[in-house]
């Protein structure tokens, strides 16, 4: 039994969650009397409630997000019912703003925006006491998230167990926050980025590896903005892949695209395949585009050092770009498409805008007449330069694209598939294929090969036909 429990639904199984456990971590003399329990999205409700209240909670922490808000939702509305006396506290991003406006967080006795060690803490030390019959009742409904500075923090990886270790993903953060103010994103809001203590971040990564981790994601926005502390982690990684080739271990950063000094260039190039991932986000090549949600990006640069890093390391490029940021238009859109293309990443991530609650983007809304969907993920359905239409043939374009150009599977194929025009040759038979079959999900491999190959045969007779090559 546990009189806090700590609770979300994540993603996926494979995704340990690093909100939970820093929650958990920085208890202090609460910890004993906490209890994390995570759950996946796609769950019964029934089945998630049956499990907290079995452990007779007192006071229940949910973290809430863009991909759980829906079930979270329906959760709280369900233990309101069961377990009226429970107390339920929100937090995480999707709660942070738009507060009175969440249904929610109508239900919950405490919301807190932003971050929450601090604050969370004290709530529970708080309400324990209410409990205990030594002091009032917290009433505070909305509690604001302080900025607790990464030193002052306790980290929380000794909270991964082994059964974390051996079978998910590890999460990881060397620094906090973002000094970029790209508007489609929370991190516009922040300062600055400002970095955990770097020894007691090496001393951590050092103790989760003699456990046996060896898949870890760091979710620093700019990973490689402060080159000292960039080095420093990677040669941690470095060392251990060499002194122990057949034992390797992942890592996955985050990279801003403009910034690769000739000391990562030099390390780069020694990491063997299947030890370093690299997220990218081009997002727009668009330069009038990043004017207008203020992102500073030196596109010829972060040309080079994607040629670069392809050309010089084993490195896997997973290269993010957004189709319906205001002032995008279809043409634009497809120019950066064929342009990431001819740079050749093993992943180009092609996401629809989203409008993420709090984010600067929204000022864009009436001049560019960006139209959200109401529910989440709240991605725009057309904008003043991409009718709904269009917007639906792109998002089937971006699942189709992540079935085939994504998975690897088609390696041999995606050449022909593409021709000289990637965009408006992947676009093309992205709307034959949505007509062929009126859907973009539960595709076996088999079955897309064969629709590719069908495809291919009829632009062969066609351009045959007219004498022009796609």
């Known amino acids: 039994?546990?009189?806090?429990?700590?609770?979300?639904?994540?993603?996926?199984?494979?995704?340990?969650?690093?909100?939970?456990?820093?929650?958990?971590?920085?208890?202090?003399?609460?910890?004993?009397?906490?209890?994390?329990?995570?759950?996946?999205?796609?769950?019964?409700?029934?089945?998630?409630?049956?499990?907290?209240?079995?452990?007779?909670?007192?006071?229940?922490?949910?973290?809430?997000?863009?991909?759980?808000?829906?079930?979270?939702?329906?959760?709280?509305?369900?233990?309101?019912?069961?377990?009226?006396?429970?107390?339920?506290?929100?937090?995480?991003?999707?709660?942070?703003?738009?507060?009175?406006?969440q249904a929610i967080c109508r239900m919950a006795d405490h919301v807190i925006t932003g971050t929450a060690e601090q604050e969370f803490a004290e709530l529970c030390r708080q309400t324990l006491a209410w409990k205990a019959g030594r002091a009032t009742r917290p009433l505070t409904h909305v509690i604001s998230g302080g900025r607790l500075e990464p030193a002052d923090v306790t980290m929380p990886y000794s909270l991964y167990d082994d059964r974390d270790i051996a079978h998910r993903h590890l999460y990881v953060e060397a620094s906090r926050g973002c000094p970029y103010r790209c508007e489609f994103c929370l991190s516009a809001l922040d300062r600055t980025a400002v970095p955990f203590p770097l020894d007691r971040l090496l001393n951590e990564l050092a103790t989760l590896y003699q456990r046996g981790a060896r898949r870890l994601r760091f979710v620093d926005r700019t990973f490689n903005l402060r080159i000292d502390a960039s080095l420093a982690i990677l040669s941690f990684f470095l060392e251990r892949i060499e002194a122990h080739p057949e034992d390797p271990c992942f890592a996955h950063f985050e990279l801003v695209p403009d910034h690769l000094p000739d000391r990562l260039r030099e390390i780069l190039p020694r990491f063997p395949a299947g030890t370093l991932q690299f997220e990218?986000?081009?997002?727009?090549?668009?330069?009038?585009?990043?004017?207008?949600?203020?992102?500073?990006?030196?596109?010829?640069?972060?040309?080079?050092?994607?040629?670069?890093?392809?050309?010089?390391?084993?490195?896997?490029?997973?290269?993010?770009?957004?189709?319906?940021?205001?002032?995008?238009?279809?043409?634009?859109?497809?120019?950066?498409?064929?342009?990431?293309?001819?740079?050749?990443?093993?992943?180009?991530?092609?996401?629809?805008?989203?409008?993420?609650?709090?984010?600067?983007?929204?000022?864009?809304?009436?001049?560019?007449?960006?139209?959200?969907?109401?529910?989440?993920?709240?991605?725009?359905?057309?904008?003043?330069?991409?009718?709904?239409?269009?917007?639906?043939?792109?998002?089937?374009?971006?699942?189709?694209?992540?079935?085939?150009?994504?998975?690897?599977?088609?390696?041999?194929?995606?050449?022909?598939?593409?021709?000289?025009?990637?965009?408006?040759?992947?676009?093309?038979?992205?709307?034959?294929?949505?007509?062929?079959?009126?859907?973009?999900?539960r595709f076996a491999p088999e079955r897309l090969a064969q629709l590719i190959d069908t495809w291919l045969i009829s632009q062969s007779e066609i351009e045959f036909r007219n004498g022009t090559p796609s």
């Open 1 to 101: 039994m546990a009189e806090i429990v700590l609770s979300t639904l994540n993603a996926r199984y494979s995704h340990a969650s690093l909100g939970l456990r820093y929650l958990h971590a920085n208890l202090g003399d609460l910890q004993d009397r906490a209890e994390i329990i995570e759950f996946v999205i796609g769950a019964r409700t029934e089945s998630i409630a049956e499990t907290i209240l079995s452990r007779r909670p007192f006071l229940l922490g949910l973290g809430v997000y863009i991909w759980n808000v829906e079930e979270t939702t329906r959760l709280v509305a369900m233990l309101r019912r069961l377990a009226p006396e429970l107390r339920i506290v929100l937090g995480g991003p999707e709660v942070s703003h738009e507060v009175n406006d």
């Open 280 to 441: 990218i986000g081009i997002q727009s090549w668009n330069t009038d585009v990043q004017a207008l949600i203020s992102r500073r990006q030196n596109n010829a640069k972060a040309e080079d050092n994607l040629r670069w890093l392809r050309s010089n390391t084993s490195a896997n490029l997973h290269v993010d770009l957004i189709a319906g940021l205001p002032g995008e238009t279809m043409e634009s859109f497809g120019a950066g498409f064929d342009r990431l293309v001819a740079l050749n990443p093993q992943e180009i991530q092609v996401g629809i805008l989203k409008r993420l609650r709090g984010a600067p983007i929204s000022r864009h809304t009436e001049a560019f007449d960006l139209r959200f969907n109401p529910a989440p993920p709240y991605n725009v359905l057309s904008t003043r330069d991409i009718a709904f239409a269009d917007m639906q043939r792109l998002a089937r374009f971006a699942r189709y694209w992540e079935l085939i150009g994504n998975s690897g599977r088609f390696a041999a194929r995606l050449p022909d598939l593409l021709g000289m025009h990637p965009f408006r040759r992947f676009m093309a038979f992205s709307d034959w294929v949505y007509a062929q079959t009126d859907s973009t999900w």
